[in-house]
Each structure stands twice: as C-alpha cells, then as structure tokens.
C-alpha cells in the first residue's frame, strides 16, 4: 500500500522540485551576482537603501491592498447571495467563465471600453458629462485589476459558505436573534476561512502585477512587478530582478502566514 501512494504521489513531487523550489533557488541564488556576474551583497543593500524601490514597495502593497479590498467587498455579498438563489451552479458558471479568457484579451478590451473614443466616454458625452480621461489612470488598473480578480474572491467564500452546517442558523434563530444578528455572530466568522483564501488568492497575484501596469495604467502605476520586468527584459540586471524577485516570495510568505488558518480543538464554535 505505502508503495502504491508513493509511486502515485512521485509526480506531484517531482513537479513541487523542479517547477516550485528549483525556479525559488535559483532566484535566491541569482539575487547574490551583480550585471557583471560577480557574487556580492550590494543588491540587497541598494534595494533596502534606496527610496526608489521602497516607493515601489509600498505602491505594491497599496495597490495590492486596494483590489483585494474592492474585490471583498463586491465578492462577499455576491457569493452571499449566489448560495441563497436557484439555478446556483448555473451563475456560478457565469462567473467563473471570463476567467477562460486570456488576460492579454481582457486588457485590450479594457483599453477599446476607456479609450478617448470608447464605450464609456461616448456614455458619458450622452449624459452630458464629457469625455474624460479615463485610460492610463490609478481608477482603471484598479478597476480591471479587481475585475480580473472578483472570480477568485468568489469562488472560495461561496464554497464556505455552502459548507454551512443550516441547523446552525436556524439554532441562532430560534434562540431569537435576528438575521443581522446570525450573519454577524454565526455566518460570517464560519465563513471567514473563505475569505482568508480568498484573500490569498487576490492579494499575492496583485503584488506582482506587471501587464496591466503597462497596458491599463500607461507606467503611471510602477509596481514591483514592473520593476522586475524592466530588469530582465531591458536593463538585463538579472541579480537585482532576482533580488525584487525573493522580497515578492517573502512578502507572499507572510501573507499567507497571516491569512492561514489555525486549527482549534472543539469545533469552529469553541472559544
């Protein structure tokens, strides 16, 4: 049996080596070599003196905080409100559907949607408002950023919340607490594990974002994904990429740290 499982789980484990901790390796170790190829600490060094990349930084962060926060929420009250509903499996779908789509394909419709000459200016020129400079601006990437990542919010806090013992709720309601009261109390700390992991999933992509920097936000919005980007692709300094390459891993660590989830004897209901 024990040979069995181990000849089962040898590709999930030779997938883990070669395509998750050999790609963070060999990041570490490229972050310790300058453009010249020499090995040196220096990389390190600029990057945590210079006031460039901690602006980078704290943008990163920033931004990563407003689209998880945006995608809260819209998320929570939808997938609330999708596991209440009929034909659940079938808004589900619809959902989950734009996520079939390549995000390269998304940004450029983005870009035809806010352009000067784009659906929503021409609305706005209807109404009376004028056209306004809606592209290359902090309101778009944030915009599609969260747009891109509703579904992922959505997905884990609707199967939390379907995995919802109903005696519960209808416990607290015959214990005369009313329907704030048993969201408050009941449904949204048992449904808090699917934030959390909702949460991971938005917060850790957003941090390193770099397409839509350039092709929604116009390089208004610098990132350190867009840092790490300028680094391989134009000024070849592949150390300093890897080094802005290990702060983003560390930074996902503590992330998902903060967001696990701790197990706790007697129940989700023990104190």
């Not at 010249?36 to 060094?45: K, R």
């Amino acid at each position: 049996m024990k040979k069995s499982k181990w000849f089962y789980s040898t590709p999930y484990y030779l997938w883990l080596l070669f395509f998750v901790i050999t790609p963070v390796v060999m990041i570490f170790y490229q972050s310790f070599f300058n453009i010249e190829g020499n090995f040196t600490f220096e990389n390190y060094q600029i990057y945590f003196t210079s006031g460039t990349y901690l602006k980078m930084t704290l943008n990163s962060v920033w931004y990563a905080f407003l689209i998880t926060l945006i995608t809260l929420i819209i998320s929570y009250p939808t997938a609330y409100l999708l596991s209440k509903t009929k034909h659940k499996q079938l808004w589900l779908m619809l959902i989950v559907l734009p996520t079939w789509v390549n995000l390269l394909l998304k940004a450029y419709a983005f870009i035809g949607i806010f352009s000067t000459h784009g659906g929503v200016n021409h609305f706005l020129e209807f109404i009376g408002i004028g056209s306004r400079q809606i592209l290359f601006t902090d309101f778009s990437f944030i915009f599609v950023a969260a747009y891109i990542e509703i579904p992922f919010m959505i997905m884990p806090i609707f199967n939390s919340l379907e995995e919802l013992d109903p005696s519960l709720i209808s416990a607290s309601r015959d214990l005369g607490a009313n329907s704030f009261e048993t969201f408050r109390r009941v449904i949204f700390p048992l449904s808090l594990n699917g934030v959390k992991s909702g949460v991971q999933s938005v917060f850790i992509p957003a941090l390193s974002l770099f397409m839509l920097t350039r092709l929604i936000g116009g390089n208004r919005v610098i990132t350190l994904g867009t840092a790490i980007e300028e680094h391989f692709l134009v000024t070849q300094n592949w150390g300093m990429g890897s080094t802005i390459g290990v702060v983003l891993i560390v930074a996902m660590f503590i992330i998902m740290r903060l967001t696990n989830e701790k197990k706790r004897k007697g129940g989700p209901l023990s104190k």
